[in-house]
């Protein structure tokens, strides 16, 4: 892109400051700030202009019948079979959602680099490789294993499984692409200089898989090894079973286009999203959406009716994948800190939120599944989740529970 064409496109879009500091930098610096302009995503700025209505008020909500873990107990060995031959045909084919910033836990690096080990060296990604392989011991496959990672981080994932061996697993089964970025917005809805040469930008959430696993070629690779259902999983959870046999025959036999691993909700207001009919199609709901009488609303058996909290865990298939692409998945508006250049050209850390980022979730996609199988697995098991660096769900209490099933820190 030249410099003409960069004014031109960024003067139709309002966002002609990012030229700012042009005179300033030097040759290298213009070829950076073009080319990040030219890797602009302007159409979430629509979304800025115009929000959307996300919020649950004013929809029909009901609640939904998902598979117990005491039922899926009972008819294991039926789904594992089912799960382990599909594993075995090569129908299976995994996604690690790890392209997050991880700004709660606070720590440098790729979240998934995060040492869970006290003595000894054990991070977020062998925790869940080491369940991986043993949950692959019956079918004996190796399934694809593809890792989204961010701009900001792909680097150091690289090389960070390099250096691990792959935590056991093949090389050549692990691929890594990077995830599509969104520009960062002040409060007027201006793109942000993160440098004097580079608009600021974050990723788009992790609703944006698919888009990206599109882009990065992958998809076609995917395809071409007979792929039909993809496990998509995400990094925070040290406890997480991707390619659980027993989760994927369980899936496969109930005709529907995707499994959601859930736990069941230990208290009315646990801030989990919930799996539940609204308006008609199965969706995960906020737990802010539900009004305080759902949220306590008991079955005959005094379990809650909306219970089902998902653990972004989700099997889907390709195909519905592929019938809903021309559906436009949600951008949510975030309120953030941004670090910015100001207008003195002086490098700023703003200590409250002085902007916004755009981000899809992959919750929003499952109301496009058209049908999905809430599945419950047991929340000691397999849900530790490492959001924050101490108190609840922080690396202590995913520790305890690691411990508690067996794992030596
Ligand atoms: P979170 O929503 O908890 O975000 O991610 P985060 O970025 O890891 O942490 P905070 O909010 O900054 O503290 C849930 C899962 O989605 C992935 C994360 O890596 C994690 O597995 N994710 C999140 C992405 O892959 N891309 C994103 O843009 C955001």
């Not at 995503?41 to 939904?64: K, Y």
């Not at 039909?228 to 040290?238: E, F, K, S």
Request: with cysteine.
């Amino acid at each position: 892109m030249t410099y003409e064409q960069a004014k031109k496109v960024l003067r139709e879009n309002g966002q002609e400051q990012l030229l700012a500091f042009w005179s300033e930098l030097d040759e290298a610096g213009r070829a950076r700030l073009l080319q990040g302009v030219e890797k602009l995503d302007f159409s979430v700025l629509e979304n800025f202009n115009h929000p959307q209505n996300l919020s649950g008020t004013g929809s029909r909500l009901a609640p939904v019948k998902g598979l117990t873990a005491d039922e899926i107990d009972l008819r294991a060995e039926e789904f594992k079979k089912i799960g382990d031959e599909a594993l075995k045909n090569g129908e299976i084919a995994g996604l690690l959602l790890a392209g997050g910033q991880g700004t709660r836990l606070g720590a440098e690096g790729p979240k998934g680099a995060y040492n869970m080990g006290v003595t000894r060296d054990l991070s977020i990604f062998a925790c869940q490789m080491n369940n991986i392989l043993n949950d692959l011991q019956s079918s004996g496959a190796r399934p694809l294993l593809l890792v989204m990672t961010s701009e900001k981080n792909d680097g150091e994932t690289r090389k960070f499984w390099a250096a691990n061996d792959y935590f056991g697993y093949p090389a050549e089964r692990v691929k890594f692409f990077v995830q599509n970025a969104a520009p960062c917005v002040d409060e007027n809805g201006k793109i942000l200089l993160e440098e004097k040469d580079a608009p600021a930008t974050s990723p788009n959430g992790n609703g944006g898989w698919f888009a990206s696993l599109k882009k990065s070629g992958l998809y076609e690779i995917l395809k071409r090894e007979g792929a039909r259902w993809l496990n998509v999983y995400a990094v925070d959870n040290v406890l997480q079973r991707p390619f659980d046999p027993v989760f994927i025959g369980a899936t496969i036999a109930s005709g529907k286009a995707c499994g959601a691993k859930c736990v069941r909700k230990c208290d009315p207001h646990e801030k989990v999203g919930v799996l539940c009919e609204k308006d008609g199609k199965i969706s995960v709901i906020e737990y802010y959406e539900l009004t305080e009488e759902m949220a306590n609303a008991r079955a005959a058996d005094g379990t809650l009716e909306y219970s089902y909290g998902v653990i972004l865990n989700y099997l889907f298939s390709l195909k519905r994948l592929e019938e809903t692409e021309k559906e436009k998945i949600p951008v949510h508006i975030v309120k953030k800190k941004i670090p910015y250049i100001s207008g003195a050209g002086e490098k700023r850390e703003p200590e409250k939120e002085n902007g916004y980022k755009f981000e899809t979730l992959a919750v929003d996609l499952i109301s496009f599944m058209g049908s999905a199988l809430p599945y419950e697995v047991r929340r000691e098991k397999e849900f530790a989740p490492v959001k924050n660096a101490t108190g609840a769900d922080s690396v202590e209490t995913a520790r305890a529970l690691l411990e508690k099933n067996g794992v030596k820190l």
